[in-house]
């Protein structure tokens, strides 16, 4: 059993910059390909980043050029950096994990955390 936490949201300004982060305990992280999604007031949850236990990643073409997924794997944490935020990313975004094929789809993703509220003011 995989557990993951959170940490590192709050309310920044549009333009700003947070970096979220996500420990994970429980597994054999490198085993575990790593993701963030995001899901916003009456919308879908929806993928934002993830990346392969040999550091490839994948990023949504809304967040590309601002967003950044990074992996520690010797620490099991893994890392979103957000730089030049805009109102429209305010959301709950949850880290998840699941092995086998990379995916965008959460239906495919194994784990969750319990996500961080990144709130961005105009």
């Known amino acids: 059993q995989v557990q993951l936490v959170e940490s590192g949201g709050g309310l920044v300004q549009a333009g700003g910059s947070l970096r979220l982060s996500c420990a994970a305990s429980?597994?054999?992280?490198?085993?575990?390909?790593m993701g963030w999604f995001r899901q916003a007031p009456g919308k879908e949850r929806e993928f934002v980043a993830h990346?392969?236990?040999?550091?490839?990643?994948f990023h949504a073409d809304s967040v590309k050029g601002r967003f950044t997924i990074s992996r520690d794997n010797a620490k099991n944490m893994v890392y979103l950096q957000m730089n030049n935020v805009k109102p429209e990313d305010t959301a709950v975004y949850y880290c998840?994990?699941?092995?086998?094929?990379?995916?965008?789809?959460?239906?495919?993703?194994?784990?969750w955390g319990q996500g961080t509220q990144v709130t961005v003011s105009s």
């Open positions: 998840a994990s699941k092995r086998g094929a990379v995916s965008t789809m959460p239906l495919e993703y194994d784990y």
């Open positions: 429980g597994g054999t992280f490198l085993r575990y390909t």
């Open positions: 990346i392969r236990p040999g550091y490839d990643t």
